[in-house]
Every structure is written in structure tokens, then in C-alpha cells.
T-cell receptor, first 111, second 115 residues
Framework: GAGVSQSPSNKVTEKGKDVELRCDPISGHTALYWYRQSLGQGLEFLIYFQGNSAPDKSGLPSDRFSAERTGGSVSTLTIQRTQQEDSAVYLC?????????FGPGTRLTVT | GENVEQHPSTLSVQEGDSAVIKCTYSDSASNYFPWYKQELGKRPQLIIDIRSNVGEKKDQRIAVTLNKTAKHFSLHITETQPEDSAVYFCAASRASGGSNYKLTFGKGTLLTVNP
């Protein structure tokens, strides 16, 4: 079946612009996660959605970052007023039990 | 919250040798410990996991051991091959009643297998 998909695969934006990154999880997966991975670095947790519960936003680095998950499926991560330090690969993952399945990521470059 | 430490950050071995990567965790309530492999430019993929009710699990050339008392777990790769070269991440989480919980990842180990 289809895995986790993300779009766009690459995004180049100018400093100060807003960007939206999309994640389509595996159908039926109740949990969805966003991570950030800077070049050569680990997986930095950003936000976690579980069913209809309030999302765990404890990893969002600033109030410029927000995310929503509509209808328990597709999720959008929004970064407002992008800064150069926001440049990274943004990975989405979904799970039905404990194993997380990752998407291919969106590479964001802020110039 | 949970904190996961992973060592070493880089590991270089000769083809055919064994590789061991170690992680420690802080939350004694953690009960699920997966390992992910990320090849260059690819997404992380689960290679093996262990739950707190067992001490060891093997899958062909890879094995994971868990010491709950000491709160550490390790990944063992035997007879390493060049295609094992990748970044390996350990993680920990706790879950109950079938619910999902977020994973806390270690910072990763870059494994290089030299032919």
C-alpha cells in the first residue's frame, strides 16, 4: 500500500516568507509526528497528533511554527517569517501502534 | 521528560567485523525501544525493536539487548557489510493500552563499514 508522502520534496524560500509543508499519512494511522533534521544531525521532535486528543506541541521551537491535522488525516506544518536557521529537512511520520513510518521529507532552504 | 543518550557518534569497522551501538534512557517507565537505520538521503526505517518484557531479540545479523535495571540498550550487528553503512538512531517511548506515544531519539551513530 501507499506509504507516508510529503510535499513539496524541496522548497526554497526567501527569509521572512511563510511556508506550508504537507504530510499525507498512511491511511488508518491515528498518530502523526513532525520532526526536523538539520544536516548531519539527529531527529528533533516538533509536534505529535494522536487521534482527537490535543496535540503535543512541546517540541515547536518558536511561535512561528504551527501545525494542524484536518479530519484526522492530512497534516500541514506552517512556518511563518522563515529564518535561515529554519533550513533543514522536515520529516513526517505516522503510526498505528508503536512503529513509526517516515515520509521522504521536505528539504527547506531559506535564502 | 525522557532523555536518550547514544554512543558512539561515529563508528568505523572493517567488513566482517561486529559493530555495537549503545543507548541509555532516563525514564524508567519507557517500555519500547526501536532502532532506525537512515541511509544517506533516505528516510529512517525501523530495523528492529524490543519491548521491556524481553531482554534480547535477534533478526539475522542484528540483535538488540535491553537492561532495564541499568536503563540501557544496545544494537549489535555481526558480520558487517558495506551496505550496513548508515546512520543508526535508537529511541525510547512508553505506551499503554495500545496508545501511541512519541519517541525520543538519540542523536545517531554514523556507521561506516570499510570493504
Amino acid at each position: 500500500g501507499a506509504g507516508v508522502s510529503q510535499s513539496p520534496s524541496n522548497k526554497v524560500t526567501e527569509k521572512g516568507k511563510d511556508v506550508e509543508l504537507r504530510c499525507d499519512p498512511i491511511s488508518g494511522h491515528t498518530a502523526l509526528y513532525w520532526y526536523r533534521q538539520s544536516l548531519g544531525q539527529g531527529l528533533e521532535f516538533l509536534i505529535y497528533f494522536q487521534g482527537n486528543s490535543a496535540p503535543d506541541k512541546s517540541g515547536l521551537p518558536s511561535d512561528r511554527f504551527s501545525a494542524e491535522r484536518t479530519g484526522g488525516s492530512v497534516s500541514t506544518l506552517t512556518i511563518q517569517r522563515t529564518q535561515q536557521e529554519d533550513s533543514a529537512v522536515y520529516l513526517c511520520a505516522s503510526s498505528s501502534l508503536q512503529e513509526q513510518y517516515f515520509g521522504p521529507g521536505t528539504r527547506l532552504t531559506v535564502t | 521528560g525522557e532523555n536518550v543518550e547514544q554512543h558512539p557518534s561515529t563508528l568505523s569497522v572493517q567488513e566482517g567485523d561486529s559493530a555495537v551501538i549503545k543507548c541509555t534512557y532516563s525514564d524508567s517507565a519507557s517500555n519500547y525501544f526501536p532502532w532506525y537505520k537512515q541511509e544517506l538521503g533516505k528516510r529512517p526505517q525501523l530495523i528492529i525493536d524490543i519491548r521491556s518484557n524481553v531482554g534480547e531479540k535477534k533478526d539475522q545479523r542484528i540483535a538488540v539487548t535491553l537492561n532495564k535495571t541499568a536503563k540501557h540498550f544496545s544494537l549489535h550487528i555481526t558480520e558487517t557489510q558495506p551496505e550496513d553503512s548508515a546512520v543508526y538512531f535508537c529511541a525510547a517511548s512508553r505506551a499503554s493500552g495500545g496508545s501511541n506515544y512519541k519517541l525520543t531519539f538519540g542523536k545517531g551513530t554514523l556507521l561506516t563499514v570499510n570493504p
